[in-house]
């Protein structure tokens, strides 16, 4: 599967980021799917997963009640609304696959997509 993140940008504290993840290939419809980013010198970290069909999702402590993972499946496309962004939000954000259809955890993971970078100022 092939992911392509986008959305990326700059943000001032307080605003929003809506960031897309396209995948390719009929796998997307059937596998739970993912988003981590990695900050300037830290390790990289789980944010948010979403099950295949949507019914089911999870999320970092410090990103619930600000971000919202959603998915379209007739568009192949997954979706990361990032709202009251921190400059602590700041990182590179990785699209992710994995190889169930319910997310059980980062050892499943099966392709990545690039990342995508954001960068909020204060």
């Known amino acids: 599967v092939q992911l392509q993140a986008s959305g990326g940008g700059l943000v001032p504290a307080g605003g929003s980021l809506r960031l897309s993840c396209a995948a390719s290939?009929?796998?997307?419809?059937?596998?739970?799917m993912g988003w981590f980013r990695q900050a300037p010198g830290k390790e990289r970290e789980f944010v948010a997963a979403i099950s295949w069909g949507g019914d089911n999702t999870s999320y970092r402590d410090s990103v619930k009640g600000r971000f919202t993972i959603s998915r379209d499946n007739a568009r192949n496309t997954m979706y990361l609304q990032m709202n009251s962004l921190s400059p602590e939000d700041t990182a590179v954000y990785y699209c992710?696959?994995?190889?169930?259809?319910?997310?059980?955890?980062?050892?499943?993971?099966?392709?990545w997509g690039q990342g995508t970078l954001v960068t909020v100022s204060s």
């Open positions: 992710v696959v994995s190889s169930t259809r319910h997310w059980v955890g980062a050892r499943y993971v099966r392709d």
């Open positions: 290939g009929r796998v997307f419809r059937n596998h739970s």
